[in-house]
């Protein structure tokens, strides 16, 4: 009786549920969720959607249209500032995005402005999620509703600057409308439904479906909102993660074998290795930690974009870097070697993207294991 008592005292006092697990506990799987890391140095104004890919790290537009960072190494042009643009002080640190959500009926350029990243780990069906940003719109713009969620199984690149038609698994319902330079969390649930692994940000439905509130001071005609602090987390209770299969974990490990590892992403033409790689890489360092004589050679594989020695380079700067992060987690240097193979062992054509695709990758050789 006292043991049940003691518990229901820690249960109030940090708000567990009855399975003993903590929402406050559970990792925010966006990285750079206050837009605070740069890939490269801002350039000033945005005109293009791949502007912000360049310049925003591991966040992309998911089209042609150009969302906006903000910080205090961007410039923005006078004509721009003169409407508002850049006066909002970010949330938190010194950074933040901006997005158009509203206008295409009044023909604005842009319309629509979408901000995606890579979720560090994908979601898992029927698990309960929190997700959540904090807005604040541009003080002589619209203001509006449906500023909203969407989860991906894939990376979105399309050729618009107008709406993307998806249905958001959570949004705004009501009209986001924060003080003069104040911002306001938008925080829903929602229980997923695929194994995604991108998240989108903006608004998913035509103007006709919008709800705009003009400023009491005169508005601009559009809707602008600028964006910070995004977090998606699990809710528990925790579902465990589903296992194919064919999961690195359930592969055996005989001598000469090659073995793919799945999902090891890298920034663009770069050897630094994207947050979501870390699922794979973690299940590789467990094997290495449970498998004490395991010693392997890991190999990177680029496709035929680029001359060979370039592409040469590449795939050992990406393949060190695998055998780095089980270097840096205490497996010792006589255990993990690499080596770059360039373009020279493709397993699927050149001359499509998905073949491209598949070409591009990391694999190990095991050496030993007895």
Known sequence: MKYRFFLIILSILFRLP????????????????SFERFSSPPIGWFYKGEHYTTVMKYWSSATNASPDVFGPKVRVPA?????????????????MSGITVYGCEKGK??????????????????QDYLAEMYVSHLPNSLRTNNLGFYFSDKQVDEITDSVLPFEPQAKSDGVLESAVNGWIKVSERFVADSEAEYLLIGNFLPD??????????????????YIDDVLVKKIPPILPIPVPEDDLSNIPLEAGKTIALRDIYFEHDEAELMPRSFVELKKLLKIMRDNPSLA???????????????NHELSEKRAKAVADYLLSNG??????????CGSAQPIATNSTAQGRQLNRRVEFVVLQNE
């Not at 559970?26 to 969720?33: G, L, V």
């Not at 842009?110 to 898992?124: D, F, W």
């Open 331 to 340: 497996i010792t240097k006589g255990r993990t070697y690499y080596r770059g």
């Open 109 to 126: 350029p842009h319309c629509r402005e979408y901000i995606q990243i890579q979720m560090s780990e994908p979601l898992v069906v029927g």
């Open 296 to 310: 392997i050679e890991v190999c990177g594989h680029t496709d035929s974009t680029g001359n060979s020695d370039y």
């Open 79 to 95: 004509h721009w500032a003169k409407k508002g643009f850049g006066k909002q002080a970010p949330h938190s640190g010194h950074a």
């Open 18 to 33: 009855a399975n003993g697990q903590s929402e406050a506990g559970q990792p925010n799987i966006i990285p750079n969720p």
């Open 208 to 225: 006709s479906l919008t709800e705009a509130k003009p400023s009491p001071a005169g508005s601009l005609p559009y809707a602008y909102y």
